[in-house]
């Protein structure tokens, strides 16, 4: 079976910086995807980790540990339009199905 | 422009009424899947599709039927919808099956049914 662990709500300042945890226990593992999620909208791609360590895009990084079932989505220069749900999902081994966590609404604060 | 499209975006219907949800998408992907989205439990697949009549059950099947007869749709049925498929409904696509690649997801159909 598949457990995806993500807090359910964060709030933090416009500039600041971030840390949404995703933690996974799920009995195939390929990758870990990470998605945004404005209300009302369709989820957009943020990042996909495979290997162990950080991968770093503009202001978002994502970072995977496989051997603790862990991974982190980093969000630096906080800005108002970064307020969304974050949605971690698991790709399974073989499984041709990506699972996802309940998803964490980050709300940006001036 | 590269997309997945979903109609309608918005229902209303009444319990035991028949309905389909049409998807299409036209990057050719191989892999399309339904998902639906309810408060508190997050994004939950309904079916997938590897390829051109080869469909799969995926956590939350029960209630529903899909087909694709063609690589670009994947229509989403609902033989008899009752309240509990209340809910925001995603259709979403990738560019292979073998090789995982970020799915691209349609704009959400709000199904409401009383």
């Known amino acids: 079976g598949q457990n995806i662990d993500q807090p359910t709500e964060m709030t933090a300042t416009e500039g600041a910086i971030v840390q949404i945890n995703c933690t996974y226990q799920?009995?195939?593992?390929?990758?870990l995807f990470w998605y945004q999620q404005h209300a009302g909208e369709a989820p957009t791609f943020l990042s996909y980790?495979?290997?162990?360590g950080l991968e770093e895009k503009g202001r978002f990084s994502s970072f995977l540990s496989r051997s603790k079932g862990y991974s982190y989505l980093l969000l630096k220069e906080l800005q108002m339009k970064d307020s969304a749900s974050y949605l971690c999902?698991?790709?399974?081994?073989?499984?041709?199905?990506?699972?996802f966590g309940k998803g964490t609404k980050l709300s940006v604060i001036p | 422009e590269a997309q997945v499209t979903q109609n309608p975006r918005y229902l209303i219907t009444v319990t035991g009424k028949k309905l389909t949800v049409t998807c299409s998408q036209n990057?050719?992907?191989?892999?399309m899947s339904w998902y639906r989205q309810d408060p508190g439990l997050g994004l939950r697949q309904i079916y997938y599709?590897?390829?051109?009549?080869?469909?799969d059950k995926g956590d939350v099947p029960e209630g529903y039927k899909v087909s694709r007869k063609e690589k670009r749709n994947f229509p989403l049925i609902l033989e008899s919808p009752s309240p509990n498929q209340t809910s925001l409904y995603f259709c979403?696509?990738?560019?292979?099956?073998?090789?995982?690649?970020?799915?691209?997801f349609g704009p959400g159909t709000r199904l409401t049914v009383t």
């Open positions: 980790n495979v290997l162990d």
């Open positions: 599709s590897m390829n051109v009549e080869v469909t």
């Open positions: 990057m050719n992907h191989e892999y």
């Open positions: 979403a696509s990738s560019l292979k099956v073998t090789e995982t690649y970020e799915q691209y």
């Open positions: 999902a698991v790709d399974g081994a073989g499984s041709y199905q990506l699972t």
């Open positions: 799920t009995s195939g593992f390929n990758g």
